[in-house]
């Protein structure tokens, strides 16, 4: 059995596989199967994926059964891993060569069940790297409170964004998946739900996740591989579950972080409304929500640029 079960989730996604793929077959840690599942594509990538896997045994080919989502088929991916390990691999996305060897030692020297790595960021217009998620390196624990904090205004980072390599058995045997309903958000969703219960995290600030940033850091263009639809009031839903469903089995303090959590979301997606509520010339709405929520005036004046663009924002790995 592999040791590592790598799940890469692909819609249309036949442009990006060579890179993707590409970036598995050079890691110095070569016990690694690939799950890449069709989510039912209307471009080549069905061809694609089936010419890698005659060329490499340790491609497997899964597909959905209709369009459902990156959380459908990564959850098909989880479903039929074979390895300890669970690593995510967005099809637009790829792996440092030294990424598996690294955070598979990490993760059993601390005894982990997630371990998060730092990004590196990637403009596909441009075909180069345009920075790192984090500045310092080190290795730090990662409980719900920081990842709850993560989602500060002002933070660097909202770790949400963050692809961490997962133990198998911990999210089986605790019958953890990616919410189905969700297209926007499902990674810090499942997080949130393994760290609610138990799993031990650990962050290397190190940079060995290349992702694709939705703008490019460069070029300025969108990313041809971006198909997430910016929607914050998902996060509030998101912390609601999480409140209503750990609620009664967490302290006062988890509920504070939680309930702290829930009011940063409130902020950005109000702030996000005020956006809409002036391009649209809704004022009497836009000056009643300004006048019950200031913060959110204030947050829309001071990043008026990103609400003011036609993508609704400016989704990336900060985000709003």
């Known amino acids: 059995m592999p040791q590592v079960s790598v799940i890469m989730p692909c819609y249309n996604a036949s442009a990006f596989l060579d890179r993707a793929i590409g970036s598995l077959r050079d890691q110095t840690f070569q016990d690694w199967e690939l799950l890449a599942i069709d989510d039912c594509s209307t471009d080549d990538t069905a ?49 440092k060569p030294e990424r598996l060897a690294v955070l598979t030692a990490l993760a059993e020297e601390r005894a982990a069940d997630f371990v998060f790595d730092g990004l590196i960021y990637y403009d596909d217009q441009e075909g180069k790297e345009t920075g790192q998620s984090f500045q310092h390196t080190g290795i730090s624990p990662v409980s719900i409170s920081e990842l709850i904090h993560a989602e500060r205004p002002g933070s660097p980072l909202k770790f949400g964004f963050l692809k961490p390599m997962m133990r198998r058995a911990f999210i089986m045997d605790n019958a953890l998946r990616y919410s189905e309903r969700l297209r926007f958000a499902e990674d810090f969703d499942l997080y949130a739900r393994c760290l609610l219960s138990g799993a031990r995290g650990i962050l290397d600030r190190r940079g060995f996740y290349v992702y694709t940033t939705q703008l490019g850091q460069v070029s300025g263009a969108r990313s041809q591989g971006t198909r997430t639809r910016f929607t914050p009031q998902t996060r509030v839903e998101i912390m609601d579950s999480l409140i209503a469903d750990y609620g009664e089995t967490i302290d006062s303090s988890t509920m504070g972080t939680l309930l702290q959590g829930r009011r940063w979301q409130v902020l950005y997606a109000d702030a996000h409304r005020l956006g809409e509520l002036r391009r649209t010339g809704q ?17 829309f004046i001071s990043r008026s640029r990103l609400f003011r663009s036609s993508g609704g924002g400016n989704n990336s790995a900060a985000g709003i």
């Open 283 to 299: 004022w009497p709405a836009f000056a009643s929500l300004a006048a019950r929520h200031p913060h959110a005036l204030w947050r």
């Open 47 to 95: 061809e694609r994926l089936r010419e890698w896997s005659q060329r490499d045994p340790r491609v497997r080919n899964l597909r959905t059964a209709c369009n459902g989502g990156p959380s459908v088929a990564r959850n098909i991916g989880i479903g039929e891993a074979r390895g300890e390990w669970l690593a995510i691999l967005d099809a637009d996305d790829a792996f």
